[in-house]
Every structure is written in structure tokens, then in C-alpha cells.
């Protein structure tokens, strides 16, 4: 287990502790909380590939924790964002079903012996999404933040669509046989 996958499981290990401080400390100190949590974990995110890049530490359990740690921290937050109405559902559903058609998609890619890894649009995506969800926690009450909140909610949708088609179309040599 190298310092990589350490804070992969780390991030992983913050989820809960992320959705109690929601859950269970009352506003605005559940937000603040839970928000700082967030950023510590998207924090690890860019920590553990950079790490494992820069010193040789990718591992087989790093390329399959890495991503699924991310979909688990921003699922977390988008369910809970659309259990209080700030995210509507039909955003947080196409969000998490392009994190089960790409994983999907690199299932198959591994049955054929193929790693695909994300590509920059997937990483602009996360990067976005990671900016956005402490916005979109933080209990801001100005008059603009419903339209920021929409332009940004408009603004990941689009990412994540964007670059699920990118991802697809530039790995589509995996679906044929």
C-alpha cells in the first residue's frame, strides 16, 4: 500500500464523515464542516495522481480505487444536494449515470485486456464539479446565488456529457470484437 493508494482509501474514508457533519451538525456549521471535509478529500484526488505519477507508484489497485473513490465522494454530495433542492435530480442522475456508463466502458476495456485512462475532459470535468459541489454546500444567501447555482449546475451537466462522448468516441475500438 503506497502513500498513492493511502490517500486514495483516506478519501474514501472521509465520505462518512462528510455526510455526518451534514446530517448531523445543524447550520451553518454542518455546511462549513462538511465542505472543509470535501476539499480535503478532492484535495487527496489531485495529491494521489500527481504522487503516483511523479514517483512511479501507479498500481492496478490505484487505477481501479482512484476513480471509484471520486464517484463515491461526488455521488455522496449530489444525492445530498438533491435531497435539500439545490441540484434537481435530473442533474445529479445524468452526473451519476456517466460515471456508470465510463466505468462500464473500462469494465469491458479490461475483459479485453485494455486500461483506458481519463481523459482531459474527464479530468476538467472532476476538477469543475469539485469547484462547484463547496459552492453549491455553502450556505451563501445573496440574492445572485440561485443563478449562479443553475449556471453551474447547467455548466457540469455539460461537461459531463461532453466528456462522456469524448471518452466514447475516442475509445470506441473497445466495443467492436
Known amino acids: ?15 462518512p464523515f462528510f455526510l455526518l457533519a ?8 454542518g455546511e462549513y464542516l462538511g465542505v472543509g ?17 511523479k514517483y512511479n507508484m501507479v498500481s492496478n489497485f490505484g487505477k481501479f480505487m482512484d476513480p471509484l473513490a471520486d464517484k463515491m465522494l461526488v455521488g455522496a454530495a449530489l444525492i445530498y444536494l438533491t435531497e435539500i433542492h439545490v441540484v434537481p435530480a435530473w442533474a445529479t442522475i445524468v452526473i451519476i449515470s456517466r460515471e ?6 473500462r469494465l469491458v476495456a479490461a ?9 482531459i475532459w474527464g479530468k476538467i470535468k472532476t ?5 462547484a459541489i463547496p459552492v453549491w454546500l455553502l450556505p451563501l444567501s445573496y440574492e445572485f446565488m440561485p443563478t449562479v447555482n443553475l449556471i453551474l449546475i447547467f455548466f457540469v451537466v455539460g461537461l459531463t456529457v461532453f466528456s462522456a462522448v469524448d471518452y466514447l468516441a475516442k475509445n470506441k475500438d473497445v466495443l467492436k470484437n
Do not use: C, H
Not at 476539499?39 to 500527481?50: H, M, Q, Y
Not at 456508470?100 to 466502458?105: A, K
Not at 476538477?127 to 469547484?131: E, K, L, N, P
Open 1 to 15: 500500500m503506497n502513500l498513492a493508494n493511502r490517500l486514495t482509501v483516506f478519501r474514501v474514508i472521509l465520505i
Open 22 to 29: 451534514l446530517y448531523l451538525i445543524p447550520s451553518p456549521w
Open 37 to 53: 471535509i470535501f476539499i480535503v478529500a478532492s484535495l487527496t484526488d489531485f495529491a494521489d495522481g500527481f504522487i503516483a505519477r
Open 100 to 105: 456508470f456508463l465510463i466505468s462500464g466502458f
Open 111 to 119: 475483459e479485453k485486456g485494455q486500461v483506458i485512462s481519463a481523459g
Open 127 to 131: 476538477a469543475i464539479t469539485m469547484v
